[in-house]
């Protein structure tokens, strides 16, 4: 079993940043390839960012290429979000996600285990 917490969010102004952490639980975090999604009210969760078990291949939306990165520190058990230049629209919660496979799908069904979640809140 593998436990996500999510810490980081917060209110934030328009072109603001905000990182979002994840810490997991367990031994086998390296294992793992993880995302970020995200759910606003009324919407459906979207995957927004992806990366592999070394860190060495990461996705995103487009919505946020170049502005978002994801990155991840194997020997801290924690997968990061660093999102710059937010927009109000983007106000949602945030969420982490650990897949059992190798792949680094977009799509939440794909993923096995997830955190609770963060909200980002932000303001125009």
């Known amino acids: 079993q593998v436990q996500l917490v999510e810490s980081g969010g917060g209110l934030v102004q328009a072109g603001g940043s905000l990182r979002l952490s994840c810490a997991t639980s367990?031994?086998?975090?390296?294992?793992?390839?993880m995302g970020w999604f995200r759910q606003a009210p009324g919407k459906e969760r979207e995957f927004v960012a992806g990366?592999?078990?070394?860190?060495?291949?990461?996705y995103y939306a487009d919505s946020v290429k170049g502005r978002f990165t994801i990155s991840r520190d194997n020997a801290k058990n924690t997968v990061y979000l660093q999102m710059n230049s937010l927009k109000p629209e983007e106000t949602a919660v945030y969420y982490c996600?650990?897949?059992?496979?190798?792949?680094?799908?977009?799509?939440?069904?794909?993923?096995?285990?997830w955190g609770q979640g963060t909200q980002v809140t932000v303001s125009s």
């Open positions: 996600a650990a897949n059992r496979g190798v792949a680094i799908p977009r799509q939440p069904q794909e993923y096995d285990y």
């Open positions: 990366i592999s078990r070394n860190g060495g291949s990461t």
């Open positions: 367990g031994r086998t975090f390296s294992i793992y390839p």
